[in-house]
């Protein structure tokens, strides 16, 4: 278990103290979907159509927005420095933050997912796709942001710089995520993109820690 | 008896084209205590984050033969969190079952017990430091690398500072500290570094 247990349990103990904060992104989540109501329009054709890509956008730009302060305010406190002299491996205690961080984060939206899609008229068939592929790909997101947050942890804040960074990466979510979606609706098999987000998954939480470790240690050189 | 903690040779360091230090050695053997002297801005900070490993120097060579604690300028403690819940992460860190009343008595030994339980971003500076300090308490690390432990410290607590050397000296760890305000222990070594 090492630092694992014990990142997972003080970032969550700290989301839970700064609510505010970490209840920005969720905020994010369910305003700006219930405004793509007003700008659409209920009674539109289009609405149910475009439905699974917008609810995949907004949780794309939520992910983002909790992101930026995943390592800022611990390399500006000093926080970071003791993590860093830790003999141990970094890859533990950094997945431990990045856990915590989703369950605040990417969960949230994952399950308050289904009742967004039926704010926003979605086809109520899509719904358990929707939910599955944001409890694939929003952690992918997490992970992708993770490398990004680290890179920028000494920038102040780097906001733009970040979003520049991930952006890229967080694409093949975003296709596989909605494509999955998409599929449903036109009555086609899944197996391929869910497949792929799997992968993805694998692949990040397997590669993430270790550059996110390499680039909290290249932070520390001012 | 004499165990040598670290080891540095031939240690460089150039910063924004000013070279910090040139070609340092030293050594610090358990019950040593070296200061580290000389104006702002003349490398003490960075020679210690070096010894810690979080900045790389131009060349050189650094054996760290133990485990060691780094206090630099920012405490390490998380604003939202009590001292105390700061201070069981940081035992945490170091893979440490401390109990809570050893956790309790550090955060009594620096004066905080009314505090323990309120979050850091209340405290003033110098209950920031106190708070850090508790660190030192429950610390089974040889080698400690401070800097500047005693800025924003009152009387009181600059005295706890140096009972807290003076202990970890006599059951034979090792401590380089840079500072302004002298130790005034016996047989300190003194580096002065910009001179």
Known sequence: ?222 | MNQSLIEVNELTCTVADQILFDRLALTVVSGDVLELWGPNGSGKSTLLRCLAGLFEADGGVIKRAVGLLYMGHRPGLNELLSPFENLRWCAGLQERDVSPETLLSAIHYVGLDRYKDEPCRTLSAGQMRRAALARLCISKSRLWLLDEPMTSLDDDAVALVRDLIAKHRSAGGGCICATHIKLEFPQTRVLELGA
């Open chain 1, 1 to 222: 278990m090492g630092n694992f247990g014990v990142q997972f349990r003080r970032d969550l103990l700290v989301a839970i103290r700064g609510r505010t904060e970490t209840a920005n992104p969720i905020a994010f989540f369910v305003l700006a979907l219930s405004l793509f109501v007003f700008a659409v329009g209920t009674d539109s054709e289009t609405l149910p159509r475009v439905a699974p890509g917008v609810v995949w956008v907004v949780a794309l730009f939520a992910a983002m927005l909790s992101t930026e302060n995943l390592f800022h305010r611990d390399h500006d406190d000093g926080s970071l420095e003791l993590m860093l002299l830790d003999s141990r491996p970094l890859f533990l205690g950094v997945l431990g933050k990045l856990l915590a961080h989703w369950c605040v984060s990417g969960l949230p939206v994952a399950i308050l997912s289904p009742l967004a899609a039926v704010f926003i008229n979605a086809p109520f068939e899509i719904i358990t796709i929707l939910v599955g592929t944001l409890l694939l790909g929003t952690p992918v997101l997490t992970l992708i942001g993770g490398i990004g947050a680290a890179l920028t942890a000494g920038l102040g804040r780097g906001g733009l710089l970040l979003a520049v960074l991930v952006m890229p990466l967080y694409i093949p979510v975003l296709i596989f995520g909605s494509g999955a979606c998409y599929r449903v609706l036109d009555g086609a098999t899944v197996t391929g993109p869910v497949l792929w987000l799997i992968a993805l998954l694998a692949g990040s939480i397997t590669l993430a820690p270790f550059a996110i470790g390499a680039a909290l240690r290249g932070s520390q050189e001012y």
